[in-house]
């Protein structure tokens, strides 16, 4: 384990580190989507391979999150996070530098490297910044969020003329600034020293309900996001509504941004409370359904409370883990939430494509979204009664 002083960064430096880590949370994955046309041009790849560009490192998410959790109760999560950071900025890089083979391999890895992120983060935030939970778990959702929203827009416009129109270098240039961060968090960030916080336990006791509970809700707010994006263009085409893609992927995404920022307000009121997880599920799953069932601009403008829901709610569920525990007990809680939300937004929107196919109808892809939320909603009234946040 890290040892030596338990002092934390300042307040400044703490936002900075969690901010800017945060950013790698997804960056690297949402900028294979517009990078693939050319990708599966240049490397013969079909469909399920281009697609798998994305989708592999969200399954290795769920994967790899327990090993995340024993390597943080071994090394600190400090030490896990620069690790995982290092890792990020060369295996996301390696992506362009051989054939098919090491493209997946490459793209494996770093979705590994990703799963040591997550639960690193909600572990120091227990150590940095204790009495900041809301606002410290607010401002590192941001950082994924804004890192989302510029590696899936700005990719394009910005990043592959700068690489004079090569996406292998593309790669390179979005991957190796995650070394700033590890960096950051290497010269700003002091390790600490074992305490009473440290039980040194690295897996889940998987016979306490909150282990399920919160997996899967995480699940249930993850299949929102990553089914509507999924299924957006089928559903708009399937009612003649294809022109709007555009226009309705950018209604959709960009509200992430706004909730991020609503969080900031809202977190240290919400966060742990059972009524405004509720009450986001209940909008969300609504949206959806409005989304699906009006046409046009009515629809469309349906995203936007979806959007805002889902995004919410996964900074709710995120903040949760080190609510509730303390140090590698926290690693743990959120590797086990994130493997199992993973898996649920893996498999919740492709069996969603499973009845599109099997029924012919587009708009039954949404089906299988709506009964998991449907059924996930009640988990919400069996977490634990939140801790005392008035120091907050």
């Known amino acids: 384990m890290d040892s030596t002083s338990q002092k934390g960064p300042s307040t400044p ?17 949402l900028v294979a989507p517009p990078l693939a ?26 994967v790899a999150g327990l090993a995340a959790s024993w390597l943080i109760s071994r090394i ?12 990020v900025a060369f295996s996301s890089s390696a992506r362009g530098l051989g054939d098919v083979p090491a493209l997946f391999i490459a793209t494996a890895v770093m979705g590994i490297a990703i799963a040591g992120i ?43 003329p700068l690489a004079d129109g090569d996406w292998r270098l593309a790669l390179v240039f979005w991957s190796l600034p995650a ?21 040194g336990h690295w897996l889940p006791d998987w016979r ?34 294809g022109e709007l893609l555009t226009e309705a992927l950018v209604m959709f ?22 009524l405004p997880l509720m009450m986001l599920m209940g909008v969300g799953l609504a949206g959806l359904t409005g989304f699906v069932i009006l046409p046009g601009w009515a629809g469309l403008a349906m995203l936007v409370p979806t959007g805002l829901a889902a995004g919410m709610l996964l900074i709710l569920m995120v903040a949760l883990p080190p609510l509730y525990t303390r140090g590698t007990d926290t690693a743990a809680l959120a590797a086990t939430m994130f493997a199992v939300g993973s898996i649920t937004n893996f498999f919740v929107p492709l069996l969603g494509g499973v009845v599109a196919d099997i029924t ?33």
């Open 360 to 392: 012919d109808s587009p708009p039954l892809a949404i089906l299988p979204i709506l009964l998991y939320g449907a059924v996930a909603l009640p988990v919400v009234r069996r977490l634990p009664e939140r801790p005392d946040l008035s120091h907050e």
């Open 76 to 87: 600190g999560a400090r030490r896990t996070l620069i690790a995982a950071l290092v890792l």
């Open 13 to 29: 430096i703490v936002l900075l580190l969690l901010w800017s880590t945060g950013l790698y949370l997804r960056l690297t994955v």
């Open 208 to 241: 306490k309900p909150l282990v399920w509970q919160l997996g899967i809700l995480l699940g249930a707010s993850g299949s929102i996001f990553f089914g509507t994006n999924a299924y957006m263009g089928s559903v708009l085409a399937g009612r003649g509504d």
């Open 253 to 274: 995404n960009t509200t992430q941004l706004l909730a991020s920022a609503l969080m900031f307000w809202l977190g240290r009121h919400w966060i742990g409370r059972a």
């Open 179 to 199: 070394l700033i961060p590890a960096l950051g968090v290497r010269l700003l960030s002091r390790p600490r020293r074992p305490d009473d916080d440290d039980s």
């Open 118 to 160: 997550q639960p690193a983060l909600p572990t120091l935030l227990t150590e940095w910044w204790p009495s900041r939970i809301a606002l410290g778990t607010a401002v590192y959702m941001n950082g994924m969020l804004v890192g989302e929203v510029i590696g899936s827009t700005l990719t394009l416009p910005i990043m592959l």
């Open 37 to 62: 046309p050319r990708i599966a041009h240049d490397l013969d790849l079909g469909q399920a391979a281009t697609g798998a560009l994305t989708t592999l490192p969200i399954l290795m998410l769920a």
